[in-house]
C-alpha cells in the first residue's frame, strides 16, 4: 500500500523591507537682512525688536546700544562687540556706522484696491513709484515720506523698480519702519481703480504737464492725491500717464532738464505737507 502523500509545507514568503524615504534636502538657511547705522537700529528696535535676530557694534556705540542687547538676551539671541575690520565684513561695507543688526526681511504684501479705499478716508496723499530702479533713490524717498508723516508708498510691478533692500534701508535711516511698503500688480489697472477715491497725479515734462503751484491751488477734499514718479532715466510710461488723471512739473531755470526722482519726490511731498495733506 503506497503511504500517503503529505502536503507540502508553502515556501515562506519574502517580505521586502520598504526603503527608507530618501533624505530630505537641508532646508536653506533663512537668509538675514543686514540694517547698519545706529540711526536705522534704533528704530527697528523701536517697532519691530523681535525681528532682529543679531547683533553686532563697535566700542565707540557700546553705550548706545545697552537696551537693544538687553533685549535680545531676554530673547536668547546673541549680540557682540567686534572690531572695525570684522563689522565691516559683517555690513559688507565700511559705511556701517558702528552698529548692524541681522533681522528676517520684511515681506512687500500685494497692493489692495479695497484697502486703497480706506486709506483714502484719512485724507492723506497717497505715494506711488513706477519704476524708481535704484536703491539709493528708494532710500531718500522713504526717509523724506517718513520725515514728512506720510504713512505708505506703493511700488508697481515695473521690472525695474527698486524694492526694500540692504542698500536702501541704510540710505532711508530708519524711514522703512515708519512706511508702509505695498507691490501693485497689473500696475495702469490698479491706477484706473484708484481713480475713484485718489486723484492720481503723474509727474514728467511736456506739454500735457501743470506747474506745481496750479496743483496746490486746487487741491479737493473729496479726494487725497496719489502721487505717481517714475524711473529716474524713462520717467514714467506712456500707460502710465494715460491712467493718471493730470500730469505736473516742476518749471525750473532749464540750464538743466529736470532733478533726481528722490530731489523731485521731496519738493512734492513738502508741498503737499505745506497743504496740511500729508502730516499725521
Known sequence: MPKPTLPRKPAPVRTRRASPPPPRPPEEPKKLFRVAGLAAVSALFAHAPDRVERLFFDDRLKG??????????????????????????????????????????????????????????DGRPLLILDGVGN???????????????????????????????EASYRVAEGGFEWIEVWRAERF???????KGVYRVVGTALGPRAWPLSALQKDLRADRPVALVLGNEEEGLPATTLAACDEVVMLP?????????????????IHALAGTGEAAV
Open 135 to 165: 536703491p539709493h533713490n528708494l532710500g531718500a524717498i522713504v526717509r523724506t515720506a517718513a520725515f514728512f508723516g506720510m504713512p505708505r508708498i506703493v511700488v508697481s510691478d515695473h521690472p525695474g523698480q527698486a524694492l526694500p533692500s
Open 252 to 268: 525750473g531755470s532749464g540750464r538743466v532738464q529736470s532733478l533726481n526722482v528722490a530731489a523731485t519726490a521731496a519738493i512734492l
Open 64 to 121: 548706545d546700544v545697552g537696551e537693544f542687547c538687553k533685549h535680545l538676551a531676554r530673547a536668547h539671541r546673541p549680540y557682540r562687540l567686534v572690531e572695525g575690520e570684522e563689522l565691516a565684513r559683517i555690513a559688507g561695507t565700511p559705511m556701517h556706522g558702528g552698529v548692524v543688526a541681522l533681522m528676517g526681511p520684511r515681506p512687500v504684501p500685494l497692493f489692495d484696491v479695497e484697502a486703497a479705499k480706506g486709506w483714502a478716508r
Open 188 to 194: 495702469a489697472t490698479a491706477l484706473k481703480r484708484l
